[in-house]
């Protein structure tokens, strides 16, 4: 057997250090009966490692790279610059050519072939690095086909390849590069098909795009291909591009670009009959790798052929289910808390531990095994109804699997899981109560008590350490959720959310006004999150005041001596002392706080700076109170509004006292929601501190080599360590590799235990041609730059900037200061972004899927927070 060159049929699954991750997938795929692969061969990693043996500079700069940082790119591409000109002008070894001299006389002098790179760490189950290295098309001769290896090789180097590597953990001298040598197929129509859809992980829907031409076409994004959705066996879905450019091989090697024929540009790429065809393929290739697969396909003589097959590396893994034969439905927990990021295993405990129900751990996040509510004519009903005032595509996505009577006949019965809430018999009771008394001032009475209880649990976790800290907060759940479910708290809730709802249907009915309870709900009184916003708006008047403490913090000024070095400053002392005093009653905030391994305000200062400075370059000194002020006068003269216009009407005098007693219900208690989640976030402060208290023990004793590695152990596993000082580290290690690949996903709202994900949409029945739709939850029409954020950190906001993100939560709230409007992924009518929006009078656009992708930071677009859509404007 030749030491450089493999042809496909010699390639087994012993060769990935060998061939790369490509080059073994080749040989896997000539294997398959009935599949076409152009046959063709592989250089491999013992002929680049030969070439570049003993090249001192080249190893010097290697070692140089592999000291830079992703964000380092002006030094990445500099240096990567130099590696790749080192490569280019290397002397191939006379037995390398010699060899691949051999295996291209079997194909004749006068074949064309296609060069492609396959690297060591590539097509890998978790990683697929697709695009990352250079691809060569219609190369003739042998003194072509030695040079564009040799630019394959250098291609290991490219900027972006090099990036990739940095951000997933592979190291620039382990990767190898092998090149793949093909026959070049002039294929009529290409492209690439996904036996699982990619974009919302569903293994049911297999997804081909199609195009004329070479498939360099599509890679490039010349063009809008042909999409056709397979499911079943049937074509469920066809988008048909308008394909004016294609790319074809040129007589005597390379390729061109060419105008195709008007009356063809529309025409379909694919007959339906090729569709389904294709797809039998698809599944016939997947069945053969056992995991779902990305394929580039070529079409010649109504004949296809495979070039390509890989592993698709951004599904979102399937719910581990012990029951194999019945299906179940898992739903997601981070989408109804709108937080859909990766939760650490820490994070997941505490998580666990204000919840009443179970859950199920996959990618990173926690999902709810719905199965059996689903097979229950009251849990259906329960779940329909909290989850549209949650996430209505959840909603929609649920109603989807019960449109299936087949599905839902095979669902097992049992207990069911999900609960109900905050609708509980003594919340009910609560509630009742609170309508007859509408006395604000239990709310004070409970916060007091609550501050109490905080103050304790903190005096007395101060004062414990090791084992016995642990069993503390192990022991404190129960109080903790007779804090977090308190049915007079709960009962106060529900009485705004009924009072809400009420008001917006009768008003409706009598006025003709449309949600006039978003009016009504602007600036209200005991809103926690509010407050926040506020305090932190006060804290921005007094940096503006000192020119340089706004310099000082436009620096990136580091965590660790932030405030030691800002007392230094004219005017340092006074803004340390107002800084502190937010931290003080809002340090323990911070994005996704509901993780509890999220670094807090107080651990994090520095990454309120973005808001703070948002505020002293938009806003005028005070101008936030103004606002405030002017959301209650609002509120109270569309109050006098209706109740004006109601004592008009015939019998309008008991109408008008009916509405004025929801809306002051209404105004006193809908800012109460916050609380329930506020000293949740309060009491794990509190526990975060013991946690890493005992953290730093064991980073002392040797046992940790960082305290945030507790982070990467479930609360029972820190349990065990602290009392036995030993650990296991591969498994914090093999976490860490699991969560870099976790963070690259997306969640599904829904998935079953067979991989179905229910498709998710709006009726866009009502709404103008072109726009986006969404879940309305705050009415108002605006216009405006469309901002997309996607951390607080990165929040860069100017004056009329409509906000576009994933989604939001409580330390979010201060920018509500600054926008005209917000567009969110993720949320429903109760969510965090919902509530503040309404109160901020803003036009607000939640449930809007890939919002962050489909809007261009910099567009301008138009909100309709009445009606529910979003139009980009340019």
């Keep these: 057997m030749n030491l450089y060159v493999l042809n496909f049929k010699e390639i087994d699954k012993e060769k990935l250090m060998v061939v790369g991750g490509k080059g073994l997938n080749l040989g896997e795929l000539s294997k398959i009966n009935g599949i076409r692969v152009p046959d063709g061969f592989c250089v491999t990693t013992n002929a680049y490692r030969k070439s570049i043996e003993n090249n001192i500079e080249l190893e010097r700069l290697i070692e140089k790279l592999s000291e830079l940082e992703a964000d380092d790119r002006h030094k990445v591409s500099e240096i990567s610059k130099s590696i790749r000109s080192i490569i280019e002008n290397i002397k191939m070894p006379k037995d390398i050519i010699n060899e691949i001299t051999e295996a291209l006389s079997l194909h004749g002098k006068d074949q064309e072939y296609a060069i492609r790179s396959s690297a060591t760490a590539e097509d890998l189950p978790n990683a697929s690095f697709a695009g990352q290295q250079d691809t060569y098309l219609n190369i003739k001769g042998l003194d072509n086909v030695l040079k ?3 630019k394959c090789w250098a291609s290991l180097f490219t900027d972006r390849a090099v990036t990739y590597r940095i951000k997933n953990g592979f190291h620039h001298r382990r990767v190898m590069l092998s090149v793949i040598v093909q026959k070049m197929i002039k294929s009529e129509a290409s492209g690439i098909m996904f036996t699982a859809d990619p974009m919302t992980s569903d293994r049911k829907t297999l997804s081909i795009d199609a195009g004329f031409g070479l498939g360099e076409v599509l890679v490039s994004g010349l063009v809008n291909p042909d999409i056709y959705k397979v499911r079943g066996g049937h074509i469920v879905e066809k988008n048909i591009g308008t394909q004016k450019l294609g790319i074809r091989p040129v007589e005597g090697g390379g390729t061109r670009e060419y105008e195709i024929e008007k009356d063809k540009q529309q025409k379909e790429a694919l007959s339906d009959a090729q569709v389904l065809r294709l797809a039998s393929i698809g599944k016939k290739i997947e ?53 859909t990021d990766v939760v650490k295993p820490l994070g997941m405990s505490f998580f666990e531990m204000i919840s009443e129900f179970t859950m199920t751990k996959v990618g990173g996040r ?43 006949n095979s669902l097992p019965r049992g207990k069911r899981n999900i609960k109900g809430g905050i609708f ?43 084992v016995k800290a642990l069993e503390f907060i192990e022991k404190d759940r129960d109080k903790l959720l007779a804090m977090s479910y308190d049915p007079r708290m709960l009962g106060a809730i529900i009485a705004a959310i009924l009072a809400n709802d009420s008001l917006n249907k009768s008003i409706k009915k009598w006025l003709g006004d449309k949600n006039v309870a978003d009016i009504l709900t602007k600036s209200l009184d005991h809103n926690i999150t509010t407050d926040m916003g506020l305090a ?80 002293i370059r938009v806003l005028k000194p005070g101008e936030h109170k103004i606002k405030f002020q002017e959301g209650k006068k609002g509120a109270k003269d569309k109050e006098n509004e209706i109740i004006r216009c109601l004592k008009n009407q015939m019998g309008g005098s008991k109408k008008a006292k009916k509405t004025s007693k929801k809306i002051s219900l209404l105004r006193n208690f809908a800012g109460c929601r916050e609380y329930p989640k506020y000293y949740i976030v309060c009491r794990y402060q509190i526990y975060k501190k013991a946690l890493m208290k005992e953290a730093g023990r064991l980073v002392d004793k040797k046992v940790l080599m960082d305290s945030k590695d507790i982070f990467y152990l479930y609360f029972d596993e820190l349990c065990q360590v602290v009392k036995t000082n030993k650990i296991d580290y591969s498994i914090i290690e093999a976490r860490k590799d699991d969560y870099r690949h976790y963070e690259m996903l997306t969640p599904p709202r829904i998935i079953t235990s067979d991989g179905h994900v229910p498709a998710t949409s709006f009726s866009s029945s009502n709404i103008p041609e072109g726009a986006i739709p969404g879940i309305p939850v705050s009415s108002g029409v605006v216009e405006g730059r469309a901002r997309i954020v996607l951390s607080v950190d990165d929040a860069k906001i100017e004056e009329g900037d409509i906000l576009v993100t994933q989604f939001t939560d409580p330390s979010w709230t201060p920018l509500f200061v600054t926008i005209k409007g917000l567009i969110t992924e993720v949320g429903g009518f109760t969510t965090h972004g919902a509530v503040v929006t309404r109160e901020y009078g803003l036009p607000g656009i939640v449930g809007v899927e890939n919002a962050t992708k489909l809007i261009k930071d910099g567009q301008k677009v138009r909100v309709n927070g009445t009606e529910g859509y979003i139009e980009i404007l340019e």
Aim: proline share 5%; charged share 30%.
């Design 148 to 150: 564009y290896i040799i």
């Design 287 to 339: 069945k053969h790798f056992g995991a779902p697969q990305d394929i580039e396909w070529c079409l010649v003589d109504n004949e296809f052929y495979i070039v390509q097959s890989r592993s698709i590396t951004t599904l979102f893994p399937i719910p581990e289910s012990t029951d194999y034969e019945k299906p179940r439905v898992y739903m997601s927990i981070g989408h109804t808390q709108v937080m």
């Design 366 to 408: 926690l999902y709810a095994d719905i199965t059996h509510d689903l097979s229950s004519m009251i849990g259906r009903k329960r779940l329909v109804m909290a989850t549209g005032e949650q996430d209505l595509l959840i909603q929609n996505s649920i109603k989807k699997l019960m449109e299936d009577r087949d599905f839902m």
């Design 424 to 466: 509980t018999v003594s919340s009910i009771m609560e509630t009742i109560k609170t309508y007859i008394k509408n006395d604000p001032s239990i709310i004070d009475k409970m916060l007091k008590c609550f501050e109490k209880e905080i103050e304790k649990v903190d005096y007395q976790l101060s004062k414990l350490s090791g």
């Design 536 to 615: 932190l708006c006060d804290v921005a008047d007094t940096i503006r005041k000192y020119p340089s403490v706004i310099e000082y913090i436009s620096n990136n000024p580091n965590d660790k001596n932030f405030f030691e070095r800002m007392v230094k400053l004219p005017g340092g002392r006074e803004t340390s002392e107002v800084f502190k005093k937010f931290l003080s009653k809002y340090g323990m905030r911070c994005p996704g706080e509901i993780d509890i391994t999220k670094e807090r305000f107080e651990e994090k200062p520095t990454q309120l700076i973005p808001i703070l400075l948002n505020n």
